[in-house]
């Protein structure tokens, strides 16, 4: 007759779902970080204006109409 000695504790797979909520936090977390900060910054690199760039406008020269003699 054969004695177990470590009989190991039997493993139950039904789970408390911590490790679900964990994930599911994490996945916000991370959507949360490349909303605000990889975002933005892919846009920037996209950006078709080169950042030394001139712009110039041309104005139209403001006109004053002449005065209208008194009666």
Request: glycine share 8%; charged share 10%; hydrophobic share 45%.
């Amino acid at each position: 007759m054969a004695t177990i000695i470590n009989n190991p504790t039997g493993t139950s797979d039904e789970g408390s779902g911590v490790a679900l909520i964990v994930g599911i936090i994490a996945v916000v977390v991370l959507g949360i970080l490349f909303v605000v900060y990889l975002l933005p910054g892919i846009r920037a690199a996209n950006d078709s204006t080169p950042p030394n760039t001139e712009i110039k406008i041309n104005l139209p020269t403001p006109s004053t109409p002449a005065p209208t003699p008194a009666p």
